[in-house]
């Protein structure tokens, strides 16, 4: 049963330190995407790839945050310097096309 | 710009009733998407809508698009506590780069 993998599950940091969430989406799929979940804010898009070339990042802040498709198989989103705002559960998601997506497990970010 | 407005934005019920969550979006599309979110989990897909008139149903689940009025419904029959949730849709603009998601609708299902 194919699926969306996130690491860490849970990442606990200070604020100013840089943090690295990774994903794997599933193989075949050639649209990943970032989401950032708050009570406050709701699901929000960070960015979108779309055979490993970023489609749409407009959602995600630039001057801290980046992402990046390295290879089919690993998509990953930085924050640096982190801040008690970015805290979050950051989901990845992968599909065959645009709107039919497999979310991951999410990962809980606390930024203190 | 393409909108998506979900309402209600909460809703609590009580097992057995019937209801419907309304999903309105702003420009033409034609393909329509709802999602489930349990409490503290990630989301997961319910309906794939790719036509008007298309209805999907599973369970006491079903959803249906009317791209013309640029309206999607989630109905739900003889609502049990397992329903319980946050409902999303989402919607794929002409361009097809873009996807917009509704707020969610939460939903309670109270025995």
């Known amino acids: 049963d194919a699926r969306v993998t996130q690491t860490p599950r849970d990442k606990v940091t200070e604020m100013g330190q840089e943090v690295t969430m990774r994903c794997q989406p599933i193989?075949?799929?050639?649209?990943v995407f970032w989401y950032r979940q708050t009570m406050m804010q709701g699901l929000e898009l960070l960015a979108y790839?779309?055979?490993?070339?970023?489609?749409?990042d407009s959602g995600m802040p630039k001057d801290r945050f980046s992402a990046e498709m390295p290879d089919a198989t690993l998509a990953t989103l930085k924050i640096q310097p982190s801040e008690p705002r970015d805290s979050a559960v950051y989901f990845c998601?992968?599909?065959?096309?645009?709107?039919?997506?497999?979310f991951g497990p999410g990962t809980r970010l606390t930024v203190t | 710009e393409l909108k998506v407005e979900q309402n209600p934005l909460f809703l609590s019920m009580q097992e057995g009733k019937n209801y419907t969550i309304y999903c309105n979006y702003s420009?033409?599309?034609?393909?329509l998407y709802w999602y489930r979110q349990d409490p503290g989990k990630s989301l997961e897909s319910l309906f794939v809508?790719?036509?008007n008139g298309a209805v999907k149903q599973e369970g006491r689940l079903m959803a249906s698009l009317d791209t013309k009025a640029r309206l999607s419904t989630l109905h739900i029959t003889a609502a049990v506590h397992d329903l319980s949730a946050t409902y999303f849709c989402?919607?794929?603009?002409?361009?097809?780069?873009?996807?917009?998601w509704g707020a969610g609708t939460k939903l309670i299902i109270k025995p």
């Open positions: 989402a919607v794929v603009g002409d361009s097809n780069y873009q996807l917009i």
């Open positions: 809508l790719l036509s």
């Open positions: 998601a992968s599909g065959p096309s645009i709107g039919e997506q497999y």
């Open positions: 193989l075949g799929h050639n649209t």
């Open positions: 420009t033409t599309s034609d393909r």
């Open positions: 790839f779309r055979n490993r070339a970023p489609l749409d």
